[in-house]
């Protein structure tokens, strides 16, 4: 993909948690689902706040700061593929869980604008050609700055599936 399209698909994806934010009441965006696991308040912590660290680690690489490390190859396919493998239940790495909190509406759209402003001013840059520097990515390992981008997009669907699942807990 290009960055021009994983734009679009990054500003697309914020544009349903967007819409999700505005729909949702205040108790049920801060209850904890029947199936246990983060509430849809804590997802949004989650995904804003961690969105934000990826792209402090794509800054990182446009000033020169990373290491030149491969990609392992099982990374280089997810990203290809464009998803996480299926079946399979993700854990945050314990750094970034142990930032997840409940956080009310308002904390959340605040999360989320700033993240909008951030790649806004993040992602001129990357149409430039960045070095071949990559910064390692708790889970993944070493990704270079449009591995990160691709990363963010990847990231984002798989929280709007579980937020999915979180919804779909509270009909039953």
Do not use: C
Not at 78 to 88: H, M, N, Q, T, V
Not at 98 to 110: C, L
Not at 148 to 171: N, P
Request: aromatic letters at 10%.
């Amino acid at each position: 993909m290009t960055t021009s399209s994983l734009l679009r698909s990054i500003q697309k994806n914020v544009a349903h948690y967007q819409l999700r934010l505005d729909e949702i009441d205040e108790a049920h965006f801060v209850h904890s689902p029947p199936i246990g696991g983060w509430s849809i308040s804590e997802v949004y912590a989650h995904i804003f706040d961690s969105s934000l660290l990826s792209l402090m680690a794509i800054a990182r690489i446009i000033k020169g700061d990373g290491e030149l490390q491969p990609t392992h190859w099982a990374v280089r396919l997810i990203l290809f593929f464009g998803s996480l493998p299926p079946g399979k239940k993700y854990e945050a790495p314990a750094r970034l869980k142990e930032r997840v909190k409940k956080i009310n509406k308002m904390a959340a759209q605040q999360l989320l604008t700033d993240f909008e402003l951030q790649l806004a001013k993040i992602y001129p840059l990357l149409e430039k050609p960045v070095s071949g520097l990559k910064v390692k990515h708790p889970r993944l390992g070493y990704l270079d700055a449009k591995q990160w981008f691709r990363f963010i997009e990847i990231h984002l669907k798989h929280h709007l599936k579980q937020i999915k699942r979180i919804d779909k807990s509270f009909e039953q």
